[in-house]
């Protein structure tokens, strides 16, 4: 009976030791996406930053443009 009742023990804390293993798996597997999430936001804020630094470049040089044909039409 007491051996029975050793087992069953064991038992159990095989199935919580599992459970947490898969636990500190999940708990792993969350922090990485976190960090995967993390470095996309980092990419997508520098994208956006780039794109509108390009935009400001682009402007800038249309309203060169602008002033360029300004000119040629006084003249």
Known sequence: EEE???RI????????F???MNADSDSSKDRDEDIDSEE???RER????ER?????ILMEKI????ELIEGVKKH
């Not at 309203?63 to 602008?66: E, G």
């Open 4 to 6: 029975a009742i050793l």
């Open 9 to 16: 023990i064991e038992h159990d804390n095989d199935d919580e």
């Open 18 to 20: 599992e459970i947490n």
């Open 40 to 42: 996309e936001e980092r």
């Open 46 to 49: 520098r994208r956006r930053a």
């Open 52 to 56: 509108r630094i390009n935009e400001e």
């Open 63 to 66: 309203n060169q443009c602008k």
